[in-house]
């Protein structure tokens, strides 16, 4: 038995010997060449050239910043590098060592003569082969796209499905989700989204599209629509919808700029596209008519709003684009993007152009590298195009986007399984069933139930919900520590008529507050959705601060007891109000009501008058009765609906606003009597590259004269420590006083453009953002209480010193200048006053932070 020991030790001890002398020498063989490559006369680099290890079928190509690496395992006497447009070239190995081989290529010009595009090739701008061609494609643009004919018409029909995505095994198998698992979806581990999937979301739409060129309109008759619901409850679905198709656009890659996400991302084709791309060829594809050229282009910085890809340009004369696939860089400054798959296709029409016969657009969305997220694709299917029928003109009228169908209607499987253009998957399939299973289970509905708490501040009961929370509890210096409690009706209770209520007490003041409102619905439909036609009567009892005027939250919020300065100065109302509002589908709206208000002074505020002697005495109560008139106009309004507030999702368009209130005297003991005209024009302005900018210009003017100044316009101020975009954010409750005033408010979004240049920077992915806010106005003599005994005084401080003013001559002008996407979610600004400067207890400069969520 020992000697067997011996032996068999001994035999393994050899062979372990013969084994680590193979490896030492198959490891002593490995060769490992790196390098990068670059134009010889230019010195850039060059991106996706192709290296060979000739004789063999070994390869790799360069990556976008020209580098590459191979390891080889046996020895090779030489490798080969080939770039279309340049000439080959062949390099010596070393055999056995680690080495770095540096490679320059000079351009070939017989290929480009070739692809009929002259010039010596250097790459730059300058007699860039590469270049030339994209300018040729740029510069036949107009003929390529759709608009270059009179009409078109085809039938569209588009998908887009959502789902978790990146879902490790490990979290499908917790036992939160033990009667889930028929949600999940398996796939090839390498595809976008992961191994493990959860879908979650599926629409489609069946659409005929007119196009005619002039005048110019397009029309999209929806002829089917049919999506996964969730329970409106917890869920708007039309918002949800909207807002989807507003992250995955349509893709047209001969606009100038392609919106991606909600930004905009500049076209590899468009006008300025060879500013901010690097192009190149790649190869020439002979066995397509006519024949192609492939070309690469990537962003000169990678970090800037900008695509990164391949086109395939046809060599026909007419330089159109036949197939385009889009990715963009991992280091974007594109928030929570984790990747990008976009490629369009083309066939060529009996017009010999090329039209768009099919687009894909997949994103993955994620708040880390690692982890869970969202993967939505969005499919757009066009076919049997009709070019040049002359349409009636009775086909283009009304809304861009018109239902053909009845919405009561349901279209089920076996209309789609027919109608649409391409097969659902399987899993697709399932979404509808799954959507529909999940809610009916109760563990999901508590689910949704907790997260509407949290998200909305609304808890459900059924017919009533009560909310929102973050009102429950808030302080001030009138009221003290304060408690509310309120909620209001649902459409469980009645589709018609609903009902809105809180309670509130102040500990410091000792008095109760509420509201209450009934409002009865036309069409039936809740009174919180689009479009509105309502009629609604209320009642509140409350404290407000003069001059301020919040968006998307509530005056009482905890989050806004916080202020900064002296933030004494209140009123206690009394406010009737009857309205009547009616939305149409076209986005234009309007507002008929009747306000009728008792207001009284609080905190440091007097509502104060002189007597014939010169003596202040108390005026008492300010009694107002006024009706108003509202005119609203945004086409192609897009927005979320919430539990409180509609979210809008903001396009290009302008939105129009004239308001008109008329004071009536006399009419339930109204004090005065005025008429207020106002006009607001809001539009968000695309810049490309250099990002956007949202405008607002205002001005109104108040006809009458002895007009009490709680009446007139008191501008909007904002002591609180967060930037408020509607307000001015250091100017002081009450400070300013006007019966006619203009105003232009710039809120500019620069994206990252500057910091992105920054080495230092551009890694935070930080974005630029600058302001500009100015004022103008004035107060008549009529109406300054200056030259008026009767009319109220402006307010003074405990010393007695003026704290409302009126404007002069000199306009009031503040800016910022700001940080944006800090961690992806806050904006801070550096905030300067430049003028006004010597009124008391005002701030030249202040620093203010706000909540930005933006991709």
């Not at 197939?323 to 990008?340: E, G, S």
């Not at 809105?500 to 919180?528: M, P, V």
């Not at 405008?695 to 501008?715: A, M, N, Q």
């Not at 009529?782 to 003026?802: C, H, I, T, W, Y």
């Amino acid at each position: 038995m020992k000697t067997i020991s011996k032996s068999i030790w001994l035999n393994i001890f050899l062979t372990l010997c013969v084994i680590q002398i193979g490896a030492g020498a198959a490891i002593a063989q490995n060769t490992t060449i790196k390098g990068t490559i670059t134009d010889a006369r230019s010195g850039e680099t060059l991106p996706y050239v192709t290296i060979l290890i000739p004789g063999t079928k070994m390869g790799t190509i360069s990556d976008v910043d020209g580098k590459y690496a191979m390891t080889l395992k046996e020895t090779y006497p030489t490798v080969k590098f080939t770039y279309v447009g340049y000439l080959n070239i062949e390099k010596p190995i070393a055999p056995g060592i680690d080495q770095v081989i540096n490679v320059k290529m000079a351009v070939d010009a017989s290929m480009l003569k070739e692809v009929t595009i002259k010039g010596k090739g250097r790459y730059r701008n300058k007699d860039n082969p590469a270049v030339q061609l994209i300018r040729e494609v740029i510069a036949h643009k107009d003929e390529n796209k759709m608009a270059a004919n009179d009409f078109v018409e085809y039938e569209q029909y588009e998908k887009i499905s959502l789902a978790l995505s990146n879902l490790s095994d490990d979290f499908k198998d917790k036992r939160i989700f033990k009667n889930y698992q028929f949600l999940f979806k398996q796939q090839d581990s390498t595809a976008m989204g992961g191994k493990v999937m959860l879908p979650a979301y599926i629409e489609e739409k069946l659409s005929q599209i007119y196009f005619r060129k002039d005048p110019n309109a397009k029309k999209q008759k929806v002829i089917a629509n049919r999506r996964a619901e969730f329970d409106p409850k917890f869920v708007d679905n039309d918002g949800l919808s909207k807002y989807f198709n507003r992250l995955y656009e349509d893709i047209n890659i001969y606009d100038n700029d392609i919106s991606i996400a909600t930004n905009l991302l500049l076209s590899p084709i468009a006008n300025s596209a060879p500013t901010f791309y690097k192009f190149f060829i790649r190869d020439t594809i002979k066995t397509s008519t006519p024949w192609l050229i492939e070309l690469g282009f990537v962003p000169r910085n990678k970090t800037d709003l900008l695509f990164e890809g391949r086109l395939f340009v046809t060599l026909d004369g007419k330089y159109g684009v036949q197939n385009a696939y889009l990715t963009v860089n991992k280091d974007i400054n594109l928030n929570f993007l984790r990747d990008l798959e976009a490629s369009l296709e083309f066939e060529k029409g009996n017009d010999e152009r090329y039209h768009a016969s099919k687009t894909t657009l997949a994103m993955e969305f994620a708040l880390g590298e690692k982890g869970g997220g969202l993967y939505g694709q969005r499919v757009v299917n066009f076919k049997d195009y009709k070019i040049n029928e002359s349409r009636p003109d009775s086909i283009y009228k009304g809304p861009n986007e018109e239902i053909a169908y009845n919405p009561e209607i349901k279209t089920g499987e076996s209309f789609w399984a027919s109608a649409r253009h391409i097969p659902l998957e399987r899993t697709e399939l399932d979404i509808y069933r799954n959507i529909d299973t999940l809610q009916k289970l109760p563990s999901f509905r508590r689910t949704m139930d907790i997260a509407t708490l949290l998200l909305a501040g609304y808890k459900s009961f059924g017919k009533v919900e009560i909310g929102p929370v973050n009102t429950f509890y808030s302080f001030n210096p009138i009221e003290g520590f304060r408690l509310r409690f309120g909620g209001r009706t649902t459409t469980e209770l009645s589709k018609r008529v609903y009902f809105e209520t809180y309670a509130a007490y102040g500990f410091k003041d000792r008095k109760w507050k509420y509201f209450l409102s009934s409002t009865y619905s036309f069409n039936n439909k809740s009174i919180y959705h689009f479009p509105f036609h309502y009629l609604r009567a209320s009642y509140q009892r409350d404290t407000k601060i003069p001059g301020q005027d919040l968006q998307f939250v509530q005056e009482d919020n905890f989050l806004l007891s916080f202020k900064r300065g002296d933030n004494n100065r209140w009123l206690y109302n009394d406010v009737y109000k009857l309205e009547y509002v009616r939305e149409f589908e076209n986005h234009l709206s309007y507002k008929i009501g009747f306000t009728q208000w008792s207001q009284r002074a609080a905190g440091i505020l007097r509502y104060e008058t002189l007597d014939d002697e010169g003596v202040l005495q108390n005026a008492g109560l300010l009694n107002n009765s006024e009706a108003n008139v509202e005119l609203r106009y945004a086409p192609n309004e897009k927005f979320y609906q919430g539990k409180l507030y509609r979210t809008p999702i903001i396009n290009k368009y302008p939105i129009f606003t004239l308001r008109y209130n008329a004071g009536l005297k006399g009419v339930f003991e109204g004090q005065n009597r005025y008429d207020n005209l106002a006009l607001n024009i809001s539009k968000r302005v695309y810049l490309s590259q250099f990002g956007y900018a949202d405008v607002s210009t205002e001005g109104g003017y108040t006809f009458g004269s002895k007009i009490l100044f709680p009446l007139l316009t008191v501008h909007r101020a904002n002591q609180t420590y967060a930037y408020q975009l509607n307000s001015y954010n250091l100017m002081n409750f009450l400070e300013f006083v006007s019966d006619h005033y203009a105003s232009v408010d710039v809120q500019y979004y620069m994206n990252g453009f500057l910091f992105n240049k920054i080495p230092l920077l551009k890694r935070l992915k930080l974005r630029e953002v600058f302001s500009f806010k100015g004022l103008m106005g004035g107060l008549r003599d009529e109406n300054n209480p200056a030259n008026n005994p009767s009319l109220f005084r402006f307010p003074v401080d405990e010393q007695g010193k003026p704290i409302s003013y009126t404007l002069s001559r000199q306009p009031y002008i503040e800016g910022s200048v700001g940080v944006a996407n800090i961690f992806k979610l806050i904006r801070v600004d550096l905030v300067k006053r430049f003028t006004y400067l010597n009124n008391p207890n005002v701030s030249e400069w202040g620093i203010r932070a706000r909540f930005k969520l933006d991709f």
